[in-house]
């Protein structure tokens, strides 16, 4: 069992900046595969960046060149460095863990993840 927890959420002006952490407790993360997903009010909730448990990274588009996911297996902590933000990326925003021993991984399919953490809300003013 992972139990994850994020935090650095909070309010921030168009084109500001805020650094996401997801914590891991419970098991090493070294063994998962990570991603960040976010959902809107009445909206889906959407992919937006992943990382390999050997490092390889994967955006959605809509953050690509603004969004950098990071990992520090020392620490078993997953980061989602956000620069040049914008009102539409207004979103609770939760981290995920996918075992890798499961095998393929579909990123961007959050039924691919085992583990969820509660979510941390991000508010983007213009």
């Known amino acids: 069992q992972v139990q994850l927890v994020e935090s650095g959420g909070g309010l921030v002006q168009a084109g500001g900046s805020l650094r996401l952490s997801c914590a891991a407790s419970?098991?090493?993360?070294?063994?998962?595969?990570m991603g960040w997903f976010r959902q809107a009010p009445g909206k889906e909730r959407e992919f937006v960046a992943a990382i390999r448990w050997s490092g390889g990274t994967i955006y959605a588009d809509s953050v690509k060149g603004r969004f950098t996911i990071s990992r520090d297996n020392a620490k078993n902590t997953v980061y989602l460095q956000m620069n040049s933000l914008k009102p539409e990326d207004t979103a609770i925003y939760y981290c995920?863990?996918?075992?890798?021993?499961?095998?393929?991984?579909?990123?961007?399919?959050?039924?691919?993840?085992?583990?969820w953490g509660q979510g941390t809300q991000v508010t983007v003013s213009k």
């Open positions: 419970g098991r090493t993360l070294s063994n998962y595969n």
């Open positions: 995920a863990a996918h075992r890798r021993e499961r095998g393929y991984f579909n990123h961007d399919s959050a039924r691919e993840y085992d583990y």
